[in-house]
C-alpha cells in the first residue's frame, strides 16, 4: 500500500453539493483542508456531519468533487477507508466485548494480520489510558472510557487522518482534559492528520491549528487558530472590583514597561503593548489589589471574533431568506 503524496490536502472539496430531500446540506462548498489539525464549526445543520460522511464515502455527493489524502472520495472509496479512522459521536460500541476485542476485530476487518491486530490493539489502548482496563466488557466503562475506546479502534489500523466527530460530547471536566491532551498528541507528536468536528471553540482553540467555519453547507469562514492580534500587540484585560482604581495603578506600573494604558467604552482597559513583562504585571497588580482578572486577551480581532462574525452571518442569512420568502406569499409570487 503505497503512502499518499506528503502535501497532498486531507480534505479537499471543490463545487461539493449534497441535498437530503428539501434540505440543502453542502452547497457547492469549496475547501482545503491543509492543516496537521483542523476544527470544523458550524451551528447544527451547517454540513459538519454530511461533509465527515462524505469523505466517508457513507453519502455519495450529488455534485463536485471530494478527495481525502488526494484520494476520489466515491470512485477510490475502499482505499480511502484504509487510511483514514472515524470516531463517531454517538454510542456504537457493543456492551458486551471488550475494548481489546473490539479494537482487534475492526483491525481485522480494516486487512491487518492476526498478529498485527493484536500488537497494534495493544499499543493503542495504552496510548489512550486503557491498557488496564482491556479485557473489561465496554457496557462496564464510563462515559469517558469509552470515549476512548471509539479513539482507539479509529487509529487501531494505523491511519493517515482521522475524523472526530465531537470526541469531548458528554464527558466531565477531568475526562475532557484527558480527551483534549490525547487528541492534540495525534497530531503533534504522532503525526496523524486531524479533522475534529466539535461546539465547543475552546476544544479547537486548544487541539487544532485551523479552524473552518461552515454555514448552510458553504464556507463561512476559515482562520488559523493564533490569529492576528496575539504576542506582543495590544492586548484588553477585564477585572472584576475597583476598575478607577486599578486603572490608576496599572498606568503607572505599565509606563515604565514602555506601554500605554485607555479605557476601552465597555469597561475592560487596554494596553497597547502585550509583551511579557507588561503581562506579569497587570498579574502582579491584580494579586497585590485583591482584583479579579475576568480576561486578558489580544485587543485585535481574535478567533472568537471570527467564529461569531461567521455565526451571525448564518442568522442574518436566515432572517433574510425567511423575510424574502414572506414578502413572496404576501404578493403570490413563487
Known sequence: MSSPPPD??????????????????????????????????????????????????????????LAVLGLDAVAQRAEVRRRVGFMPEHPCL????????????????????????????SEVLFAVGLEEERRRPVGSYSLGMQ??????????HGPDLVLL??????????GREEMLRIVRRLSTELGIRVV?????????????????????????????????????????VQVTGDVPAFAAALEAVAAPLGARLAPAPDGALVLDRGTDE???????????????LARVAPAGRGLEDVVLDAMQGAEQGAEQEAERAGQEVATGER
Open 8 to 65: 497532498a490536502a486531507a480534505l479537499e472539496c471543490r463545487g461539493l453539493s449534497k441535498r437530503f430531500g428539501q434540505v440543502q446540506a453542502l452547497d457547492a462548498l469549496d475547501v482545503v483542508l491543509t492543516a496537521p489539525a483542523t476544527g470544523l464549526l458550524g451551528a447544527n445543520g451547517a454540513g459538519k456531519s454530511t461533509l465527515l460522511r462524505t469523505a466517508l464515502g457513507l453519502t455519495r455527493p450529488d455534485a463536485g468533487r
Open 94 to 121: 457493543p456492551a458486551d466485548l471488550s475494548a481489546q476485542d473490539v479494537c482487534v476485530h475492526l483491525a481485522r476487518m480494516r486487512g491487518l494480520g492476526r498478529r498485527d491486530a493484536v500488537r497494534r490493539t
Open 147 to 156: 470515549q476512548r475506546t471509539k479513539l482507539a479502534q479509529a487509529l487501531v
Open 165 to 174: 466527530d465531537e470526541p469531548t460530547s458528554g464527558l466531565d471536566p477531568a
Open 196 to 236: 475534529t468536528s466539535s461546539h465547543v471553540l475552546d476544544d479547537i482553540e486548544r487541539t487544532c491549528d485551523e479552524v473552518v467555519v461552515l454555514r448552510s453547507g458553504r464556507l463561512a469562514a476559515q482562520r488559523p487558530v493564533q490569529v492576528a492580534g496575539a504576542g506582543a500587540g495590544p492586548v484588553r
Open 278 to 292: 507588561v503581562l506579569d504585571a497587570v498579574r502582579d497588580l491584580a494579586v497585590e489589589r485583591g482584583v479579579g
